[in-house]
């Protein structure tokens, strides 16, 4: 996708607006594929929570994809999006016994990380299979806000309570089909999480009944040129050889299951704002967009570096610009960040859009989410219109007091 094909989108549909070049998901999920070609049975279950459009999870799903849900309504969705139920993994955090019994009745895979839901499924249900997620209590990620492996995390079952587990399994006579780790985002020390693997290849011993062992995922993807990324080809050749010597010990050929989200969808995605106001201070130049936290929050959420060019106008000379929003907060994507020169009415890009953008999109402020537009082809193609002032006022109930 070129920056004229950039432009052509937002000239089409207006800003703000995200844009997802269908070529690169595809590029990348043969990456994926492709690094783990020497497992005999290797299954990618997309991570629905990073870009939920149906039009998404159905273009995954024709490349080959199941899906990881982790709430209801992204089970719906995905089975609204053509995915069979048994491609389907839930994995819920916190949630009540009465959405994994909706879950199960849809005929999806169950994923429990907790003891006292376990002991509830197990006592009620014992012949529905169910995976267990367990906390290796490795951080395989640089980053502590998006790390979920360590000692106090919310998730998962702790690696020293697998004594309470059994107890549960055998007192219930429930069975255990599947383990399942994720130890966090933005994996950089491969080693860490091959460490983490050989706890999860000794915790799935105790099981004499698996069919797979999920990994969870976590890969970490480039945010800007030169940027360090996970090596996936290595972590391909070193996990396959070990997961294959596991599955000769175990004494059958087990499903390896990853479910990838940001290393699907991140790099695909751009998204396109408007300049409004050019403001400068006694120390600082502002370029205002159309837009900010409401849209794209993950800046001010986790710190996150995204990209930003003028595709207006990307041989300008660079100068220094602080990129903020509209939005009555602080809401500052970059400061003093080296941009071709921005003129009022210029459209900028954002970098690594595709995840967690769109989904964490709110109406605050009152101002509506954007498009969405997939690119295929050389074609843009709508999947999700703008919303309008009708869907702000549409559940509200105005009472005559």
Not at 314 to 335: H, L, M, N, Q, W
């Amino acid at each position: 996708m070129t920056n004229k094909d950039l432009l052509s989108v937002a000239q089409e549909y207006g800003s703000p607006v995200y844009v997802y070049n269908a070529h690169k998901i595809e590029a990348q999920y043969k990456r994926l594929t492709n690094a783990f070609k020497k497992v005999k049975q290797l299954e990618i279950k997309y991570a629905v929570k990073a870009l939920s459009n149906v039009s998404i999870l159905s273009f995954l799903h024709g490349l080959g994809a199941g899906m990881d849900t982790v709430s209801i309504q992204e089970v719906q969705l995905a089975i609204a999006a053509g995915v069979p139920a048994d491609q389907i993994i839930f994995t819920p955090n916190g949630v009540s016994l009465k959405e994994l019994e909706a879950a199960m009745n849809l005929g999806v895979q169950i994923n429990i990380d907790n003891l006292s839901i376990l002991e509830q499924f197990g006592t009620k249900y014992p012949k529905v299979p169910v995976c267990v997620r367990v906390n290796p209590h490795v951080m395989a990620g640089g980053n502590t806000n998006i790390s979920v492996g360590h000692i106090d995390s919310k998730f998962g079952i702790s690696i020293h309570q697998l004594p309470l587990l059994h107890r549960i399994v055998e007192n219930t006579g429930m069975l255990i089909n599947g383990i399942h780790m994720h130890t966090g985002s933005d994996i950089l020390d491969i080693e860490v999480f091959l460490y983490a693997s050989e706890i999860l290849f000794e915790a799935a011993l105790s099981f004499k009944q698996l069919e797979f062992i999920d990994f969870g995922s976590g890969f970490k993807v480039p945010y800007s040129q030169g940027d360090i990324e996970t090596n996936i080809e290595e972590m391909g050749d070193k996990l396959s050889k070990r997961f294959n010597k596991f599955c000769k010990t175990y004494g059958k050929d087990l499903t390896l299951t990853f479910e990838p989200g940001k290393f699907l969808v991140s790099e695909a995605g751009h998204f396109l704002v408007n300049v409004n106001v050019i403001k400068q201070t006694t120390s600082t130049v502002f370029a205002q967009v159309d837009s900010g936290f409401n849209h794209f929050i993950r800046p001010m959420l986790y710190g996150s570096q995204h990209q930003i060019t003028n595709i207006s106008s990307p041989k300008g000379s660079e100068r220094f610009y602080s990129v903020v929003g509209y939005i009555c907060e602080t809401d500052t994507f970059a400061t003093n960040r080296r941009i071709a020169e921005i003129t009022e009415g210029d459209i900028i890009s954002f970098s690594n859009a595709g995840a967690y953008c769109y989904s964490m999109a709110s109406n605050y402020n009152s101002r509506y989410r954007p498009a969405e537009v997939l690119w295929h082809n050389d074609k843009m193609h709508l999947i999700r219109k703008r919303e309008s002032f009708e869907d702000i006022l549409q559940n509200q109930i105005v009472v005559n007091l």
